[in-house]
Every structure is written in C-alpha cells, then in structure tokens.
C-alpha cells in the first residue's frame, strides 16, 4: 500500500512524552486515498477522486509504542436515490476513536510505523464505513412515478387486487391467489 503524503505524521515528540498531543486538520482530495485504482464507495454510493476530504483528529500518546487518534472525517458523496433514481448528494462524515500501535492486532488496531503513523486507511475505512447503503433524495420521496403507480395499503390494496373496493379479503371468504411457483408446497402433508 502506497501512503498518501499528506496522512503521514511523525510522532517522534508524542511517544518521548506520554500524555502528549498533536492536532492535525487537513483538506487533502480524495484521490490521496485510493488503495491502487479503487475508489471509495459503496454499491453506487461514491466520494468522487477530486472531492475535498476533511479531517479533524487528535492523536495522543497513551504510552512508549501506542498513539490514539481520535475525531472526525468527512468527504461528500455523490449517489442514486433508491426509490425515484435521482441524483443524490451529501456528505459522509465519522467520529474515529483508534490505536496505533507497533504490533497491531489485524481488524482492531493500526500499524505504528517507526516513528510515524500513515492515517491512510483509517480515513479511508471510516469514510467508506459511514457511506450511506441506500440513500433517499428527500426522507418521503414517493418513487419515479407516485400518481402512475400509487402506493396501496389496507382496503385498497385489496380492491387493487381483485378485491371489492372496502371489502376486506378475508370476510370475502376467497383466499387471495398464491405464487404459483409454490404450488407443489400446498399439496405436501405430513404425517
């Protein structure tokens, strides 16, 4: 994995004196973060190459081979609706709380590299982490078409059906038609 210059940070004067800390506050492009040639995204939900990441982390030394970094990252993102399919943006921001330490436990904590620690994956991890898996243009969007195909519930869902328009299909008597594919499970019995 290559770093990205701008997430490395030496700390060499952090690990001298446990208890000390070091803001760091960067605007770099998403492009910094790539792992070889993949982008940051989810299914359709992507943070674009040239889009603005922005961190505001605190690292600390907590002893002589472990630094702690905490605060949040953010980036915006560009997506689909999933209910009309159309364009979506916002922004993926996620507070991070993590160690970085010399022998790092796979999947818990982050490598302490000599003397420097590289963010790189972090900011990647949390921003793809915090990437919506299926966005929404507005809380109560409808859907492409609501008034061609309106969303039914209760009695007019039945009248939709086949049903009598405020007749329930149940006091009707008649069973509403199965999948036909599950045909074959209704002549099985148990003994």
Known sequence: MSRGRHLVVGVTNLLRRPGSRLDVQRELP?????????????GDVVVQPDSAVSLDLVLEASSGDQVTVGGTVAAPYHAECRRCLEPVRGE????VLEI??????????????????????LVRDALVLALPL???C??????????LYPTLVGEAAGAA????????????????????????LRDLRFD
């Open 100 to 121: 970085f330490e010399r022998r790092p436990t796979e999947g818990e904590t982050y490598l302490l590299d000599g003397e420097v620690v590289d963010l790189t994956e």
């Open 30 to 42: 998403a492009s910094d973060l790539r792992d070889a040639d993949a982008e940051l995204r989810v």
């Open 92 to 95: 993926a921001s996620a507070r």
């Open 134 to 136: 299926a966005p929404l």
């Open 138 to 147: 507005r809380p109560d969007c409808a859907g492409p078409a609501p008034e």
């Open 161 to 184: 059906a086949g049903g009598e328009a405020g007749v329930d299909a149940g006091d009707a008597g008649d069973e509403p038609p199965g999948d036909p594919r599950w045909a074959a």
